[in-house]
């Protein structure tokens, strides 16, 4: 019998889950609302069966835990024909995606981002760039948003663009946005 183990890292329960992997300062500058967008994703890709979380099951995520995030991307039927999308992902189009890494080539493989697709974890390293470059506070939901949807590869920005929402206009509505709040 062969040695069987996890598709995804589990953490101890000491670990915090608040955390990117690989940065001990993260969970501070992350804050209580993304860590749960994090610990959401990391529940749906263990739930799906994949092997990491990537930045669909972010998305997901997002859309279930940041209404300012729904506000970005018009929350009315777009978001549902998303969700739709998101939902379907074990059963539809998303099951291609199982067995397989995500990754552009476009960022370099992160090696310390256990249970996450290489451009899960680039997209999270960004989001907290992100808040670091606009005011040195903590990222949030639409940092990440911002980040997912920065590389054309990425399985987050094909599931919205099936949604119809071009990913180029998220990202000007999300800048335009917080120019007003700066």
Do not use: K, N
């Not at 777009?78 to 199982?98: D, K, N, P």
């Not at 996450?116 to 992100?130: E, K």
């Not at 920005?157 to 917080?178: F, H, K, P, Q, Y």
């Amino acid at each position: 019998m062969e040695d069987v183990h996890p598709r995804i890292s589990r953490q101890s329960h000491g670990e915090r889950t608040d955390r990117l992997p690989g940065r001990t300062d993260d969970g501070a500058r992350f804050g209580v609302e993304l860590a749960s967008v994090v610990s959401g994703a990391r529940r749906r890709a263990t739930r799906d069966g994949d092997r990491q979380v990537d930045t669909a099951h972010l998305l997901h995520s997002l859309l279930e835990h940041d209404p300012e995030v729904c506000a970005v991307l018009d929350d009315g039927p777009r978001v549902a024909r998303l969700l739709g999308y998101l939902v379907q992902r074990s059963i539809g189009y998303g099951l291609r995606w199982q067995g397989s890494v995500e990754d552009s080539g476009a960022v370099p493989v992160a090696t310390d981002a256990a249970g996450f697709s290489p451009l899960a974890a680039a997209a999270m390293a960004d989001a907290l760039a992100r808040a670091g470059r606009r005011d040195g506070a903590r990222a949030r939901g639409v940092d990440l948003l911002a980040a997912i949807v920065a590389d054309p590869q990425a399985r987050a920005v094909e599931v919205l663009t099936r949604a119809g929402i071009d990913r180029r206009t998220v990202t000007a509505r999300i800048d335009s946005r917080l120019e007003r709040r700066t």
